[in-house]
């Protein structure tokens, strides 16, 4: 059976701080939502899979995030720790339309 995908607004786009993590609760999920340097919004879960830092407050750059705990280096298209690390995290679609963002849990 399909699972139908719900859009849920979680901000305007010119209100995100770029380069700074956002956590967002929607139901069950505790996700983190960045504005990278280029303008893309990227949306993953907030829990490093190492010991479960908070990766809304780790460092970004580029299209990664640096955990705030151990400096995991997580890229946050994919979700995977970069080796010799090992883990990946929950990624979640994001759409933005008329200066709305949205995640896609």
């Not at 699972?3 to 700074?20: A, F």
């Not at 780790?58 to 955990?67: A, D, L, R, Y």
């Not at 979640?92 to 995640?103: A, G, I, R």
Request: hydrophobic share 35%; charged share 20%.
């Amino acid at each position: 059976m399909e699972r139908t995908l719900s859009r849920v607004l979680i901000g305007n786009y010119s209100e995100l701080p770029e380069r700074l993590g956002k956590t967002v609760i929607i139901g069950d999920k505790e996700i983190a939502v960045f504005k990278l340097a280029n303008g893309k919004i990227r949306a993953i879960e907030n829990r490093c899979p190492h010991k479960g830092g908070v990766l809304a407050e780790g460092m970004v750059s580029g299209e990664h995030i640096f955990c705030p705990m151990h400096n995991w280096k997580i890229n946050v298209n994919n979700g995977q720790a970069q080796a010799p690390d090992e883990g990946c995290v929950g990624t979640y679609q994001v759409e933005v339309k008329n200066n709305s963002v949205y995640v896609l849990v």
